[in-house]
């Protein structure tokens, strides 16, 4: 499996992680306490490997914790404890994590990758690139360590080297979507737009439904003055996605050369989406600042800011994350009856909301 760099989850889902572990270690403090009188620190690592399966990374955090406080020298629980971690943007804890790992079994090219992966996260790219070069050396026909190696050098500016990576692993692991995205980036910052080009139209056979990736294919045609053949998958993006605001600009300047009516009606699409994100960027910025609140566990501050952003959202496309959040922020400040009613409208809106529906099992108990 190939291992890249973590995403790090945006602040409206932090602040949910925050939250719903705050939830179940004060609210419900009994919880913890079951779990790890359940059993022993293996059946809590397998019900926070389910969890973290499950995108349910706080309620797997907490699991993970527990075990390792019965277990703390135990590889496997601590390297996905990290991986969790890092994926909830504690990106300190997790490099100590790995860091720890490392040290019992050094001569595993996984752990010098692991390690590799949470200090570019972390922005400290030179530390990252050593990790990178330990587990080419242990593992030279591993695809993921030159991926992530070419990843590194790239950020550094090193563009030569990184191209010879990216050609590595693309020969070890041929095909990989993210081997092409990336490398097709590197090759569009250095201005070797006809291989880019190359790469995106083999990645574009693998995600067929990938409209950034037809956009970024639509760019690099339009940037050789291929027009029609950047037409044509700019066309592609918006049908992928209709809110595709960087392809509907792109096309409308594209078309207005032939057909500058169709050209206006596609820039006033472009406008209409703009101001949609520009609404939806100022509701995530309060649910930003109730996520700063939420860390100085100042709930009124949390849930004035949250009902603020539920207001400016009007049924916009992070309403269900909202009304999850203020709901356990109601839930935390101890107004249960009220809190369990924004939970229930979250998960009535996202019936895929985990933590919603996680915290609404709790308050059943």
């Known amino acids: ?47 926070g490997q389910q969890l973290a399966s499950q995108g349910r990374l706080a309620e797997a955090e907490t699991a993970l914790l527990q075990a390792k406080a019965l277990a703390p020298k135990d590889i496997t629980l601590l390297t996905l404890l990290a991986k969790v971690q890092g994926r909830l943007g504690e990106h300190t804890e997790a ?92 090759e569009h910052d250095d201005n070797h737009l006809a291989k880019e080009t190359e790469l995106l139209q083999q990645l574009i056979q693998l995600q067929p439904d990938s409209d950034r990736d037809f956009f970024l294919l639509g760019r690099s045609l339009s940037e050789q003055s291929r027009h029609q053949e950047s037409i044509a998958a700019l066309r592609r993006a918006v049908e992928l996605n209709p809110h595709a605001g960087e392809a509907l600009y792109m096309l409308a300047m594209e078309v207005k050369r032939e057909d500058p009516a169709e050209g206006r009606s596609l820039m006033q699409r472009f406008l209409q989406v703009r101001d949609e994100e520009a609404k939806l960027d100022a509701t995530k910025t309060l649910g930003n600042r109730a996520y700063t609140a939420s860390q100085r566990q100042d709930w009124p501050e949390a849930i004035r ?61």
């Open 1 to 47: 499996m190939i291992l890249l760099r973590s995403k790090m989850l945006s602040p409206l889902y932090r602040f949910a992680a925050l939250l719903l572990t705050f939830f179940l270690l004060t609210l419900f403090p009994s919880s913890a306490s079951c779990q790890t009188d359940a059993s022993t620190a293996q059946s809590l690592f397998l019900q």
């Open 95 to 186: 490099v100590t994590l790995f860091r720890q790992v490392l040290k019992m079994d050094p001569k595993s090219p996984e752990n010098h990758l692991n390690l590799a992966i949470a200090l570019a996260d972390a922005g400290q790219l030179p530390a990252a690139l050593e990790e990178t070069a330990a587990a080419v050396a242990l593992a030279p026909r591993s695809a993921a360590a030159h991926l992530n190696r070419a990843r590194v050098l790239a950020d550094l500016h090193r563009i030569a080297e990184a191209r010879a990576e990216f050609s590595a692993a693309n020969r070890l692991q041929p095909n990989n979507a993210d081997t092409l995205y990336y490398w097709a980036r590197l």
């Open 305 to 365: 800011l949250l009902r603020q952003a539920l207001s400016s959202c009007d049924g916009c496309t992070i309403a269900a994350g909202l009304h999850r959040n203020l709901g356990l922020a109601l839930c935390q400040s101890g107004d249960i009856a009220a809190g369990r009613a924004e939970l229930q409208t979250a998960l009535d809106l996202d019936p895929d909301d985990r933590d919603a529906a996680a915290a609404l099992r709790l308050l059943s108990k």
